[in-house]
């Protein structure tokens, strides 16, 4: 008696107040399932899109510490090389230990065939740190570097006309040995290049290509 009465009274005012309101007479268990199913699909839509917008804000603060970057991927290089002597093999914008900290690291393969990781700050361009690393494909890096004469900074260089340059490295597997480079635009959009070891030409960079249509393949599936 005192629901159809509560009921009546919300029609009413709804009613008066010119809008609508919708009463679900249930009783007992009912009436609490519905509630809490009700209560339950609100929370977990709420949980979804804090996850969509906290996605969306990672992938905008990626592209903001990347475009926001002072010192370019060629700068990073010299900067490594002054430190430490040798030959630059790659150079990544990265998070410092999975820290919120971005940096410049460079990997520089020395005379001696010692392979070190150099830290460069992507603001000032000073070298943070540097620590050796063991790394089993020094003999390939060393063969496909013979007879190359665009270095991982000029190859930088040569990617930079096509977007704020992330990572370079050397692609020495295969038959077209090359550089590898990454770019990202202030929107967050990226694309994968290669450039020339003798030439220094910049190409797309065909089977990122591949394999993006056969990820589009896949999803359609």
């Known amino acids: 008696m005192k629901r159809n009465i509560v009921i009546a009274a919300v029609t009413a005012a709804a009613l008066i107040g010119g809008g609508t309101a919708t009463a679900l007479a249930t009783t007992g268990d009912d009436q609490g399932s519905a509630r809490q199913a009700a209560t339950t699909q609100l929370s977990n839509d709420d949980v979804r899109d804090d996850q969509d917008d906290a996605g969306d804000r990672d992938d905008r603060d990626d592209a903001e510490k990347t475009v926001s970057a002072d010192v370019t991927a060629s700068e990073a290089i010299a900067s490594a090389l002054k430190h430490t002597s040798g030959t630059a093999v790659s150079a990544e914008l990265d998070d410092e230990d999975d820290s919120a900290k971005v940096v410049w690291k460079v990997d520089v393969l020395s005379g001696d065939n010692t392979w070190h990781s150099v830290s460069v700050d992507p603001a000032s361009g000073k070298v943070l740190g540097a620590h050796t690393d063991d790394e089993d494909d020094t003999a390939q890096v060393r063969a496909a570097l013979k007879g190359s004469s665009v270095t991982a900074e000029e190859a930088a260089k040569a990617a930079a006309g096509k ?59």
């Open 163 to 221: 977007g704020v340059v992330t990572s370079v490295d050397l692609d020495e597997d295969g038959k077209d040995k090359s550089w590898e480079a990454e770019t990202r635009t202030s929107a967050g959009a990226e694309k994968d290049w290669k450039v020339d070891l003798a030439s220094g030409k910049v190409t797309a960079d065909r089977s990122d290509a591949q394999d993006d249509d056969a990820d589009d393949a896949d999803d359609q599936d």
